[in-house]
């Protein structure tokens, strides 16, 4: 199985939209400074997340919201989640 997932930090006020096979270990990588962009804040928090069969499924939604360039839309995203 394999993610597209958006963590968040309150610190920076930023989303980050990712994807990979390990969600709990990525949101680690993330928390523990291993990602050039997420490691100036220590307060990642886990948002959302779709899970697909393929490594390329993922890798498509991912830029898919990436391309939207819409803080509304990835809002609107982690609301659909609840």
Known sequence: MFYTYIIYSE???????????NIEQRLQDHLNSKSKF?????DWKLKYFE????RS???KRK?????MKS?????????TKG
């Open 11 to 21: 610190t920076l006020d930023k989303y980050y939209v990712g994807s990979c096979q």
């Open 38 to 42: 997420t490691k100036v804040a220590k």
């Open 51 to 54: 899970t697909f069969p393929t």
């Open 57 to 59: 499924e993922a890798c």
């Open 63 to 67: 830029l898919q919201i990436k391309k």
């Open 71 to 79: 803080r509304k839309y990835i809002e609107d995203l982690i609301k």
